[in-house]
């Protein structure tokens, strides 16, 4: 294969790890049926606090925690809010998003392009060597490595496991959940937090590997890609990730013309990514899928349904309450 | 094992919904629990089953008194409860659902459980696909997942809600010798809670009669129906009869109709409505008849054919167009659909009177006034409608109804009601009717099918069959509804499946 | 509950969040060594202190109550606008087009130079308009949520804007137009920088979303879907439409916001022209509460922000010189307070209730 190529798909993976670390956050915690919206603004935020920790610090390890913290955190106040509250959880998700990205903005103005990172480069060994496959997926950094993980493990653990069918159950109907002994708003907590604290690694690996520097703009605007993918993603991990790494790719393609074309083209080029997004939803949301499938024979249906449409966790952004116990 | 209850009671707001029970369920046998809606037997089971707490009153097992915080506690005691509408996971798999809530270590034993499930399916009677998704099955199926899965996680006491509600004939058979076989080979204790006493006399050993959260009756089977209506309701009911009335002109057509139920798709349905009639939609849920009002209120499309309004194709027109035509559509949700939840009864009122831009309150306020002076229903003009009762919330979706109505599309209108308000809600419909307005209606229940229709379309595997002669003595309507939902009769071979589709010579 | 409990209570609610936000500020403030009261005083001073600086704060509060009045009409009938950041950046985009082409003389125009500036407005107008009317349509024709349809939106109308400013309508060394000749921009008075224009269209604007929530049917019909759009729809309501329309007023009103930003606040079009005052506009309407009546004192407030950090960040005394964006965290910080009041608010009241039902 061209090494031209390689280097782009390698690259495009690379780029692509923090927003596939934030989405597969994202998908945790919708599928038990939280929606947490402020994901673009804990992005920024976890992003700038992984990056004072590391640099003041020189550790990756103590960057990754002081973000995935933040991204908990963050988390937590959406769960609180909507579980203890009962408030809207778009409505403080919005909040949340505008009050972390200008908290981010304002905490930031001393490290603004101040230094740069040294990024953890972690070739593996023997894997490496793999013909195209090992130079696009074996010789990354720390941070690619861990979105590969979260991929895998989110589709594991979703599909393959016991606590994986419960977390299943309770964003598709937690009455039922709670009357097979589950907790419901426990596990609400739970994976709020795992999924605020998988956003939290993504901003880490913004400014600990992909940047590496502290840029708010580097950063914001991904959050909203990422919470779109979820959707075009039909809340299927590895759907996500594909959806990503073609997001991650058409921004490759306008990065490489960039020298090529006049300033005004090159704006117009990046919404490309935005315009893709709303042709993905509207494929996948619509009417039309529907339509499709009428006329397609049923052998088909079952392959669509999973590859195409996308159908919300039906339990999405309600509240949970055990009637008769207030 | 062997169940007591002592004093239970449990007050909601103002009312007491269970007033100092005492009940006891024995071992191997088959028990009804009987009363009218709202009589308590739900918030009983509930508290049975772990759903609610009681606010006082002891639950006794084998001698033993029990504390549930849980459901799932309470079917660790062996006490498991069937729903009326199952409590599952509809976006799941048959085995997904079985295995949900079953206590194993991190990685699902699959194929075990899979073994587990068609074993105690075939035990039972049942067939279950365990890769079938539990959205595509029928109520009585999914009835029958959550009976085998309750006894595999060792219910001894088995609680049904209403299980009959919705499903056919045939699976009503299956469910019943299940049941008994359950109960008489492994000692298996049943209670059945219902208002039908056609199912308690065909399954029962003894009832338990509730009413207003008291217990008023309990007798051995068998006991003469009419004691327990009595019992039920205080006193005896005089059956409702059929008025008959001179029907107008045509006011609905369809004509060769296909459109897309949830579990299946209805072909070729044809059916021809005259002002002054009412036509009662029969079926299994989710077998089309529900989608087939809503397609007559422009809600849906259809794949093929068309609906004709007093000879105009409605095709292309949305609902509020209809209205204006004098369609109009009821859901079965109340507060759901129909009934807008933080708008009040003066709202409601300026919301469908009048036209304009501005809004005249006053008048909206007078309007209102006069429609709760007129339909009894017990609200100001200032209450939000969340804050009625069930039954003045059905009071004020019918007192919306506009004023010329031509064709009135109803979803099991008196769903949830008791048998007092039931009765008034028909007093109003059928006085509409006899203004000139044709009725279609669904119902899951068949007695009410039988009881107000002039004739019944039964859908049935995507046929839709009228049923005209219902009045024929020799058999009983509703059993024969019956067995025409769950897909026999057709054929030919009765007589009384006049004919398919086609216009009404009447 | 009583109207007088109800004041009360949500004045409860605000002063416990303005409290609760302002000491995030001050901790934020101490821990950088800064002075918090003297800032504190500074602000005041420097936002309301002077007929020009109350003036000022009056002009900022004008976009931002288009946008409010706007997006009333959006959140009543349960739709988050958040495109409206979009339709504010076309809203400029589209005055723009006229703005630039006039020329520094138009005394020889005679009647034409009295409708230069409505005609931009319309424009702007029309351009909002427009991109609410995108949004609306992905939501009622794509199933698209108006959250993302919008967020999409907001993000293209970016670009569009920076391809302009960096391309074809580029003049000089910066991304951005050439001042606006004085014809084209909203008349002021000379020495206070007020528009009697702008603050009559605002509160005219203002007050027809008002009366339209309080007694047309439009605005019924959209407290209708916004609480239950299935039942509207089986009342008659025709639900679609409605929704069409509120995103489409809500698109005029932003762009009409969009063309003050860039007729009045910067006198030329540039990158960021909408300032965030879209967004803005969500905070203040998410603070009321969705309700009319308490939009105008609120949007007040919090113009008096910007006005007052922006004299913060340029002071010379380092004790209180500190960045203006300390200010939108205050707001984000204070709406996020009051979310959270309200919402202990509704517990404590519902336990209270249960406890005197059980009593």
Known sequence: MDEVLVRTFADIVKVGAPIVLAAIGETITERSGVVNLSLDGSLVLSALAAFVAGISTDSVIIGILAGVS??????????????????????????????CRDLALFLGIPYRNAQVFPTTFLPIPVLKDIPVLGAIFFNQDLFTYLSFIAVIAAWWWLFRTKPGLTLRAVGERPQTAFARGVNVNALRYLYTAIGGGLVGLGGAAYTLGVLPTWSDTGVAGNGWIALAIVIFGGWYPLRVALGVYLVAGLRAIVTSVQAQVPPQVVELLNALPWLLMLLTLFIVSGPYLDRLLRVLPPRLHPLIRTVLRARPPSALGTIFEQEGRR | MHVELRHITKTFGSVRANDALSLEFAEGRIYALLGENGAGKSTLMKILSGYQPPDSGTILIDGQVVTFQTPADALRCGIGMLHQDPLDVPNLTVLDNFMLGRREGLLPKRNAAREALAQQAGRLGFQLDPFRYVDSLTIGERQQLEIVRLLSLGARLLILDEPTTGISAEQKHALFSALKRLAAQEGMTIILVSHKLEDVAALCDEVYVLRGGKLVGHCQMPTPIEALVTLMFGQSLPRPTRSAHALGEEILRAEAVSLTARRLTVRDLSLSVRSGEVIGLAGLDGSGQSDFLRACAGLQALNSGRILLAGMPIHGKRYPELLRLGVAYAPSGRLEEGLVDGLTLTEHFALTAGNGMWINWRGAATLAAEQIARYNIRGAPHSPVQTLSGGNQQRALIALLPKNLRLLLLEDPTRGLDVESTAWVWQQLLARRDQGAAILFTSPDLDEIVTYSDRVLVFCEGKATLVTDLDDPSRNPVERLGELIGGKGFGGKDSWVAWRGGAAPR | MGRLARWRGAALTFSAALIAALTLIAVIMLSLDKA??????????????????RADVVMAALPMLLCAAGLLLTFTAGLWNIGVEGQVTMGAIFATIIARTIPRDVSDWGIFAALIVPAELLLAMLGGALWAGVAALLKIRGGINEIFGGVALNFISVNILLSLVNGPWRV??????????????????????????????ALAAFGAVFMALRSTRFGLQLRAIGRNARSAGILGVRVERNIFWAMVICGALAGLAGAFQALFTRGRLLPNISGGVGFMGVLIVLLTGVRAAWVLPVTLFFAVVPIGSLKLATSLDSAVQIDATLGNVFQGALVLAVLIGSGVRAGLAARRERRSEHG
């Open chain 1, 70 to 99: 933040v991204g908990l955190a963050i988390a937590l106040v959406v769960a609180v809010c909507s579980i203890e509250l009962k408030l809207s959880q778009v409505a403080v998700g919005f909040v949340l998003t505008l009050l």
């Open chain 3, 172 to 201: 000089g060394t910066f991304p951005q137009t050439a001042p606006f000749a004085p014809a084209a921009l909203l008349p002021r008075q000379p020495e206070l920088r007020l528009s009697p224009l702008g603050i009559g269209i």
């Open chain 3, 36 to 53: 918090p009261l003297a800032a504190a005083q500074r602000f005041i001073e420097g936002a309301i202190g002077t007929p020009s600086a």
